[in-house]
């Protein structure tokens, strides 16, 4: 049975569990959030001004984690990639809701419970904490750990905007602690050969990107998706980040320098649109449930980015991109390269990709090691923040009808 930190209960808490898929917590964490977010907001205000943190201690071999947030993601992924790992091992989960601690802690045998995560942070013998939360207390809870000496593995997207997100960077490197975000979408077979061939110059100067992540009828019945307030916006911030950091890693992420996008809202609000993703609270859809936008960066490439919950097209899901450069091309999903030789076109598909392969365990993995060896992040803080500035400026764009400047 899980033990529950009598402390925690001194004091009520924002936490709320990241739910993607239907559960007890999901349920919790939908009566839970309808208060003001001022917590994560609060927590971005008094980064500024903390004070060093404690200094980093001396990492064993075996790393004890701790889990803020204790929902779905939590449980389909982080719990279980961290139990499969020798090298790391998850003492403690964290949720204001009893049902999704307990129940976090009951079926993955782990041995304390936690209702409020700051509680938990206090624990020396916990080096490292994955941040499951939803997106609206993101910032809060990695800022805190982080405070606390702890390094950090957040759920994306980084944060709900920009000011948020670089307050976690300037976090975490005022602290020394590692903060990656938990883009796995690098960690395919399919990303990480097109990542080889970029690097190795075949694909030469690559001018141009094309990126999409669409559903057909893909609007989230459960959690927090459809929400604004407390996810940020829709299918962009939600599945668009994942294609967008993915086609960034491959083009080595040139920085950024203008956005001109557009967002549209035309199913979201309608009850009479099919959910293939369970059947969403229409009246209170406030995100976009399209957006597309174009990006140009300062070494004279551009990138062009569709994101939709629904859209009329063939495939239920559609996540990919396409490269265009001098030398060569290539798309992901399928993973195909295009290149001319002695005047012959060529379509290259491998032979061999290694089958089986866990991107989310990977990405686990990868950050535990990191925090051992103390090696940079695969996934860094500082790139999951240019995503977010993208992403700020897609929504700014289309509010104010022009090209945003990042330069």
Known sequence: ???????????????????????????????????????????????????????????????????????????????????????????????????????????FGIEDAYEDFNEMLKRDDIHAVSVTTPNFLHAEATIAALEAGKHVLCE??????????????????????KLM????????????????????????????????????????????????????GGPLIDIGVHMLDSTMHVLGFPKPIAVSGQTYQMFGKRKDVLGLMGQWDYKNFTVEDFAVAQIRFDNGSTLTLESSFVANQEERDKMTFQILGDKGGAQYNPLKMYTERNKTLLDITPAYLPSGVQAHHEEIKSFVQSVIDDTPVYTPGEEALEITRIIDAIYESSEAGREIRLD
């Open 156 to 177: 994306k997207p980084l944060a709900m905007n920009a000011t948020e997100g670089q307050a976690m960077v300037d976090a975490a490197r005022r602290t020394g602690n």
């Open 181 to 232: 975000c938990g883009f796995h979408f690098r960690f395919t077979p399919e990303i990480q050969t097109l990542k080889r061939f970029a690097d190795a110059g075949e694909f030469g100067n690559m001018y141009y990107a094309r990126t999409q992540a669409l559903r057909r009828r893909g609007i989230p019945g459960w959690g927090l998706f459809i929400s604004k307030e407390k996810n940020g």
């Open 1 to 107: 049975m899980a033990k529950t930190n009598p402390a925690s209960k001194a004091a009520p808490t924002k936490l709320a569990a990241k739910t993607p898929a239907k559960s007890a917590a999901a349920t919790a964490t939908k009566s839970a959030v309808r208060a003001p977010a001022r917590a994560a907001k609060n927590a971005v205000k008094t980064a500024v001004k903390a004070k060093p943190a404690r200094a980093r201690r001396n990492v064993p071999e075996v790393l004890g984690i701790g889990i803020i947030g204790s929902g779905g993601i939590a449980r389909g992924v982080h719990i279980p990639g961290y139990q499969k790992l020798a090298n790391a091992e998850v003492l403690a989960v964290s949720d204001p809701f009893e049902a999704a601690r307990e129940g976090a802690a009951k079926q």
